[in-house]
């Protein structure tokens, strides 16, 4: 393909300004934005960047595909809308990078997976650690047997969000939207998605793989007035029987950005965010091997997939590898299937600068979330008072969400 791969964004707001704003920044000459989407533009804050440099702006990808083509579809939209586009897309000889989660549903990725080998284009799934120097060069070390054998792995995310997160649309925070289509929006299928997902995908047999959930137990919590969860707590335990502990909330005031411990038979692989960023992998026999910062290349993601759509190399992180996630994350909502409120008393309310209420917390989440990260404890292991905890749901063979209403 020699002549420049003619791009299509779906999406301008919200994340999708990052892309717009990636593309348009870009000294790369070999593609060309034919036009976005998006019903809402004027809720872009690159609007005007758009409009300046003569791009078409489409209501719809119908409407966009009534007398135009793309090479390469970039989406970013709600989580009710990833499998549709994609598959428009595909059906239209494009290739694409979608943003995660892959869907709502597993039967949706399923969907997308089907489709995709049918017509056989790339399609990448925007997970960027996936995409980085660091987790690639870690998956490699784990596939060619460097640690040993997997043992267990946790990861711990305290993210507060206010009254804004939870208003910037009208599905943030929904297990459906007005039309009945599954959202499943939380803290474990949005924010925090990514790091659920990296710990299936560094387990993978292959580059292009994940491992896949085989069985879980999960807490989910809320202290936001929203229709699914804020908080989660999960053991997961995979095909290979590698225990996976999740541990993430929006509501806390203390900040905690990603960390985690990956343990193995001959070492343990560690990140912490707020310390120096770096994956550093520590052998017992006090060697240590570092990876580097996740982080440091978040938009590889979408010039690897650009390089995919001409052929030229693989795109590391695709809808197989993203669909374990969305397996486990219909699990935990099959089986918690009623989100539990946090006890009101412990229920408080953050306010701003100016004194207006800005945001809710739980007194004392924080600590023990942190004190379930250093004990591989979910909250009811512990005895807190206010947790509870279902029965174990299985998932081997998992295909439809819910699988009660098949």
């Not at 998006?38 to 960047?49: L, Q, R």
């Not at 078409?56 to 989406?75: E, G, L, Q």
């Not at 007035?225 to 502990?245: C, H, P, Q, S, Y």
Request: aromatic share 12%.
């Amino acid at each position: 393909m020699n002549k420049p791969v003619s791009v299509l964004i779906v999406g301008i707001g919200g994340y999708g300004q990052n892309y717009v704003n990636e593309f348009l920044t870009s000294d790369r000459e070999d593609f060309k934005v034919v036009g976005v989407v998006d019903p809402y533009p004027e809720n872009s804050s690159m609007v005007g960047e758009i409009r300046k440099r003569g791009i078409p702006i489409f209501p719809s990808m119908k409407d966009f595909y009534k007398n135009n083509t793309a090479d390469y579809v970039c989406i970013s939209s709600p989580i009710q809308c990833h499998s549709d586009q994609t598959v428009m897309a595909l059906n239209n000889g494009a290739g694409v990078i979608c943003e995660k989660p892959l869907a709502a549903t597993v039967q949706e990725g399923k969907k997308m997976l089907e489709v995709q080998q049918k017509v056989d284009k790339p399609v990448g799934i925007g997970y960027q650690w996936s995409f980085s120097k660091a987790i690639q060069s870690l998956k490699k070390d784990i596939i060619n047997g460097i640690f040993g054998k997997p043992l267990r792995l946790k990861t711990l995310v305290l993210w507060p969000r206010d009254f804004n997160y939870y208003n910037r649309s009208n599905w943030a925070g929904r297990k459906k939207d007005n039309n009945g289509n599954w959202i499943l929006d939380s803290v474990a299928n949005n924010a925090t998605a990514h790091y659920l997902h990296n710990m299936f995908y560094v387990l993978g047999e292959s580059i292009e793989k994940s491992a896949h959930p085989r069985r879980l137990k999960a807490e989910l919590y809320r202290a936001n007035d929203i229709e699914n969860f804020d908080t989660a707590a999960a053991r997961v335990f995979t095909d290979k029987g590698v225990e996976l502990l999740y541990l993430v909330t929006h509501a806390t005031v203390e900040q905690l950005n990603p960390r985690f411990c990956y343990e193995f038979e001959k070492a343990t692989v560690y990140f912490d965010q707020d310390s120096d960023s770096q994956i550093v992998a520590e052998f017992k026999d006090g060697s240590q091997k570092v990876y580097g910062d996740p982080f440091s290349d978040r938009f590889n993601k979408v010039w690897i997939m650009l390089d995919a759509v001409k052929g030229k190399n693989s795109y590391l992180c695709g809808i197989e590898a993203a669909l374990p996630h969305v397996v486990c994350i219909n699990g935990m909502q099959e089986a918690v299937p009623e989100i539990v409120d946090f006890p009101q008393e412990l229920i408080k309310t953050w306010k701003d600068e100016e004194g207006n209420s800005a945001a809710v917390y739980v007194d004392g989440l924080a600590e023990i979330m942190k004190d379930c990260y250093n004990n591989w404890r979910l909250p009811h292991e512990l005895g807190v008072e206010w947790s509870r905890v279902d029965e174990e749901i299985k998932l081997t063979d998992y295909d439809y969400f819910p699988s009660n209403e098949k």
